[in-house]
C-alpha cells in the first residue's frame, strides 16, 4: 500500500451522502479511507470535521485529505485556518490537477451539491497522483505560508 493512497476524509451533514458514496468509489481505485466524520446527517458543524481530517494531514497519519460540505466552500475556508494546511476547493478534474501542479495543496474540498460520485472519485485520484511542479510555484506556496507567521 503506497502512502498516497491514504486519505483522511471528513463532512458535514451536508457532504454525508456523498462521503459515503465516495468511500466505496476511492476503496475500488485503491484507497484507505480514514474516516473522520461525521456520521450521519444531523447536522453538525464543519469547522470541528476540517479539524480532525487537517490535524491527520499535519501528523502524517494520511497522505492528504478530503473535506465534504454542501459546497465545499464552508471546509474550504476553515481547513485554510490551520497552519500547514493548503486546501483547495476543486469541482471540475482540472481544478484538482493545477491544486496540487502549482499550489501544493494538501487537502481537496468538495461540494456535494455540484459534484456526483464518479466526479468526485476522479477529482480525488487526480489530487493523489498529481506531484507539485516546484520551481517558481515552490517560492509562491513558500509565501504563502510566511502570511501563517
Known amino acids: 500500500m503506497s502512502f498516497r493512497k491514504i486519505v483522511s476524509i471528513g463532512c458535514d451533514h451536508g457532504g454525508f451522502q456523498l462521503k459515503e458514496a465516495l468511500k466505496k468509489a476511492l476503496a475500488e481505485r485503491g484507497f484507505v479511507c480514514i474516516d473522520e466524520g461525521c456520521f450521519s446527517e444531523d447536522s453538525v458543524d464543519y469547522p470541528d ?5 487537517c490535524s491527520d494531514v499535519i501528523s502524517q497519519k494520511s497522505a492528504f485529505g478530503v473535506l465534504i460540505c454542501k459546497t465545499g466552500i464552508g471546509m474550504s475556508i476553515a481547513a485554510n485556518k490551520i497552519k500547514g494546511i493548503r486546501a483547495a476547493l476543486c469541482l471540475y478534474e482540472d481544478s484538482a490537477k493545477f491544486s496540487r501542479l502549482h499550489n501544493n495543496a494538501n487537502v481537496v474540498c468538495l461540494g456535494a451539491k455540484y459534484l456526483n460520485e464518479s466526479l468526485a472519485a476522479s477529482i480525488v485520484e487526480i489530487f493523489s497522483e498529481t506531484e507539485f511542479e516546484g ?3 515552490g517560492r509562491r506556496v513558500d509565501k504563502i505560508s510566511e502570511l501563517e507567521k
Do not use: C, E, P
Open 49 to 53: 470535521l476540517a479539524k480532525k481530517v
Open 135 to 137: 520551481g517558481r510555484h
